[in-house]
């Protein structure tokens, strides 16, 4: 049974940073792209960022360029969203999700996805 389980969200003030992780299990992480995606109140599911399942490609919205670096550690199964600079424009929900055996994608045809952790930025 695959489980991608977020972590991290939380309430901050603007121009603060958190990090988001996200555990996987019962898929084959190494080998799988991972991708961040948000969905903002009364908004569709936006894309954020999106890695390879080595690193060596990286994706991410223009909106979070600079601010945000998404990595990822294959020993531990785990995927992170560093996030830096935070405003209120990046209040939503954050999802993780996995393409298995497939390279990152921009657009939610992502196989797996987790229940989101909740990211609030107050001004």
């Known amino acids: 049974q695959v489980q991608l389980v977020e972590s991290g969200g939380g309430l901050v003030q603007t121009g603060a940073s958190l990090r988001l992780n996200c555990a996987a299990s019962g898929l084959p992480f190494s080998r799988s792209a991972m991708g961040w995606f948000r969905q903002a109140p009364g908004k569709e599911r936006e894309f954020v960022a999106a890695?390879?399942?080595?690193?060596?490609?990286?994706y991410y919205a223009d909106s979070v360029k600079a601010r945000f670096t998404i990595s990822r550690d294959n020993f531990k199964n785990i995927v992170y969203l560093q996030m830096n600079s935070l405003n209120p424009e990046d209040t939503a929900v954050y999802y993780c999700?996995?393409?298995?055996?497939?390279?990152?994608?921009?657009?939610?045809?992502?196989?797996?996805w987790g229940q989101g952790t909740q990211v609030t930025v107050s001004s």
């Open positions: 890695m390879s399942w080595s690193g060596g490609t990286i």
């Open positions: 999700a996995a393409r298995p055996l497939s390279g990152p994608s921009k657009v939610d045809d992502y196989a797996y």
